[in-house]
């Protein structure tokens, strides 16, 4: 039995070992470098924002009080309603003062009577210069206070000084209203103007003319864009913030007086060095870009790269003399905009950075570097 196996196992015993020496005799096939697509770094526009949160004001807004007192016997308008110039709004009782209009005038014609009567006294010499001028003062202070009745009786016809929409009407019909009393409110909807406190360290980028953005509270979607209109010379002690008024024209009248909502002011535009969104990753709160770059830079900052198995690669050929390489760069980024990243630090000009397959990028890798798509 032994003598059979012995055989068999002789057999098996050099096919391994031709299967062995076959399999050293074959190198194994590295995988070609990643593709990727690289852009350069660039100057760009960046509008950088101030937000804050403001209340919308209507820029023409009329309070109406009453300049006479009175019971209201018409009560002609209601909240919301339009009025133009003129148009009459409260008639207040007349009674009284139509009593007193005609007790002034009976006055004045007792005056006239009388300064006429002395102007022929005068004139015969029956009566002195003295007492005529006496009772021409009376009858010129008896029409004076006829005047002075006839215009309050006026004010018992309450009428808009300007057209406008009625806000909270406060009274109603029968009530006694004081002279002075505000009763209502006249609004222009068609511009509103919003008060926005900007901090000072902002003031020499602020101009006149800039974009003012709205949008409600907790959305990115602007419901209208107004601009500066003015600019406060001051800077609020307390705060260190500059009062800035922007206008918003408001035609469609979707705005309203008193509403409140998000407001970014767009500062003046200023040039940053700038990667697209495509370039930067995201890990552990850090941002990063692939920087390509030559053999000897990766030298600088080799991190984990096996520095001699790629030397080795590009002296046997294997890899190109001039071949790139992915250097995992650290960077500080803005905020975005027009799908571009601000880079305040990490990056140079007309450096290239890889925009696609970065998920498959490692330190120290080498890359095919492909033309990036066009738009």
């Given at each position: 039995m032994n003598s059979v196996r012995h055989p068999q196992r002789l057999l098996l015993s050099l096919a391994a070992l031709v299967t062995v020496s076959s399999c050293k005799g074959e190198a194994p096939k590295q995988p070609p470098p990643p593709k990727v697509q690289a852009v350069s770094t660039q100057m760009a526009d960046f509008t950088e924002g101030v937000d804050t949160v403001s209340t919308l004001e209507a820029s023409n807004l009329v309070e109406l009080a009453a300049q006479s007192g009175g019971r209201i016997l018409e009560l002609k308008i209601k909240q919301g309603d339009e009025v133009d110039p003129g148009q009459l709004l409260v008639v207040l009782d007349q009674a009284q003062q139509q009593a007193r209009l005609a007790e002034d005038k009976a006055k004045s014609e007792t005056a006239r009577a009388n300064y006429e009567r002395y102007q022929y006294?005068?004139?015969t010499g029956a009566a002195s210069q003295k007492e005529l001028d006496r009772y021409r003062t009376q009858y010129i202070a008896a029409m004076e206070t006829v005047k002075s009745t006839e215009a309050?009786?006026?004010?018992?016809?309450?009428?808009?000084?300007s057209s406008g929409t009625v806000a909270d009407v406060t009274v109603k019909l029968g009530d006694v209203i004081q002279t002075g009393q505000v009763f209502t409110s006249l609004v222009q909807n068609n511009e509103l103007e919003a008060r926005v406190e900007v901090p000072a360290v902002y003031s020499n980028r602020l101009?006149?003319?800039?974009?003012?953005?709205?949008?409600a509270p907790g959305s990115e979607n602007v419901i209208a864009t107004g601009k500066v209109d003015s600019i406060d010379p001051r800077v609020n002690k307390k705060t260190q913030g500059l009062l800035v008024k922007a206008v918003f024209p408001n035609e469609d009248g979707k705005l309203r007086d008193g509403q409140r909502l998000r407001t970014r002011v767009q500062i003046n535009a200023q040039q940053e060095l700038s990667v697209p969104f495509a370039a930067v990753t995201q890990t552990s709160g850090q941002s990063f870009v692939f920087?390509?770059?030559?053999?000897?830079?990766?030298?600088?900052?080799?991190g984990k790269a096996d520095l001699e198995k790629l030397e080795n690669g590009i002296k046997a050929g294997k890899?190109?003399?001039?071949?790139?390489?992915?250097?995992?760069?650290?960077?500080?980024?803005?905020?975005?905009?027009?799908?571009l990243y601000p880079i305040t630090k990490g990056l140079e000009a007309n450096q290239k950075v890889a925009t696609t397959n970065l998920l498959n990028l490692k330190h120290g890798m080498p890359v095919q570097v492909q033309p990036a798509k066009a738009n």
């Open positions: 006294l005068s004139k309050t009786l006026s004010y018992n016809n309450l009428r808009s000084p101009a006149l003319g800039q974009p003012v953005l709205l949008s920087r390509l770059g030559t053999f000897e830079e990766l030298k600088e900052n080799p890899l190109p003399a001039d071949a790139q390489f992915a250097l995992q760069t650290p960077v500080t980024v803005g905020e975005l905009e027009n799908q």
